[in-house]
C-alpha cells in the first residue's frame, strides 16, 4: 500500500498530468491518512470556492481509503517522537502521525510523492 501525501492529492485534484499518469501507473493499492484529509479540507475552507472544493475533496476521498489513528497508530507515534526529540531532531506532528499510520500498517508503506 502507499500513502498519497497532500501534494500528491493536490496534484490529482487539480488535474495535472504527471501526477495523474504516475497515479494510474501505481500498481500497488492506494490510501490516504486523515492528516492529509484535514490539510485537504483546511485549503478548501481557505479557497475562493470553499463549499465547491469542499464537494471536490468529499468526491475525492471517497475514493480511496482514509486511514484513522487507532492505539497502535498512537502508541508508534509516542514512540518515535520521543526518539527524535531525544535526539535532538524536531520534527512536526503531522508528518509524525502520518509516519505512524504507515508504520503501524505495516511498516514497508511507501508513500507516493506528488
Known amino acids: 500500500?502507499?500513502?498519497l501525501d497532500s501534494d500528491t492529492?493536490?496534484?490529482l485534484l487539480r488535474g495535472r498530468m504527471e501526477v495523474l499518469e504516475r497515479r494510474?501507473?501505481?500498481v500497488d493499492e492506494v490510501a490516504t491518512t486523515?492528516?492529509?484529509a484535514s490539510e485537504l479540507f483546511y485549503g478548501a475552507a481557505k479557497s475562493a470556492k470553499p463549499d465547491a472544493n469542499a464537494a471536490?475533496?468529499?468526491r475525492f476521498l471517497n475514493t480511496l481509503p482514509v486511514l484513522a489513528p487507532?492505539?497502535?497508530t498512537a502508541?508508534?507515534?509516542g514512540e518515535v517522537k520521543?526518539?527524535?526529540v531525544t535526539a535532538g531532531q524536531v520534527v512536526a506532528d503531522a508528518d509524525l502521525f502520518i509516519a505512524a499510520v504507515a508504520l503501524s500498517r505495516g511498516g514497508g508503506t511507501g508513500r507516493m510523492n506528488g
Request: one cysteine or more; hydrophobic letters at 65%; charged letters at 20%.
Open 1 to 3: 500500500m502507499k500513502l
Open 9 to 11: 492529492c493536490i496534484g
Open 24 to 26: 494510474a501507473a501505481e
Open 34 to 36: 486523515w492528516v492529509t
Open 56 to 58: 471536490l475533496v468529499v
Open 70 to 72: 487507532d492505539l497502535a
Open 75 to 77: 502508541r508508534l507515534f
Open 82 to 84: 520521543a526518539r527524535l
